[in-house]
């Protein structure tokens, strides 16, 4: 499952010739057996996507020194089920 950090955006003035450097996104955290977790990327839409393993984390989207206040915690659940691929008891098998 893909998770999405994301960040409202507003104006700024920067001096002329500042270079756009895009966004940095950091996810931390700990995964469900209690290892930290730490990941970050850049990309040029305040939006970015990460798939993340059972645990607890927070995130920050940056740029040029401003960045936003924290996510809320998002808890990505451990499953309690999986779904896997078996015979269907109301086909036959085939041998040929």
């Given at each position: 499952?893909?998770?999405?950090?994301?960040?409202?955006?507003?104006?700024?003035?920067?001096?002329?010739?500042?270079?756009?450097?895009?966004?940095?996104?950091?996810?931390?955290?700990?995964?469900?057996?209690?290892?930290?977790?730490?990941?970050?990327?850049?990309?040029?839409?305040?939006?970015?996507?990460?798939?993340l393993?059972?645990?607890?984390?927070t995130?920050?989207?940056?740029?040029?020194?401003?960045?936003?206040?924290?996510s809320?915690?998002?808890?990505?659940?451990?499953?309690?089920?999986?779904?896997?691929?078996?015979?269907?008891?109301?086909?036959?098998?085939?041998l040929?």
């Amino acid at each position: 499952m893909s998770n999405t950090l994301s960040a409202h955006t507003i104006s700024q003035d920067f001096p002329a010739g500042t270079v756009d450097p895009g966004y940095t996104f950091t996810i931390t955290g700990t995964l469900a057996d209690g290892t930290p977790f730490s990941t970050s990327s850049q990309g040029t839409d305040p939006s970015a996507q990460f798939d993340l393993q059972p645990g607890t984390y927070t995130g920050v989207v940056s740029k040029l020194g401003v960045a936003s206040q924290p996510s809320a915690p998002l808890v990505v659940p451990v499953p309690t089920t999986v779904t896997l691929a078996v015979p269907d008891p109301a086909q036959p098998a085939s041998l040929t």
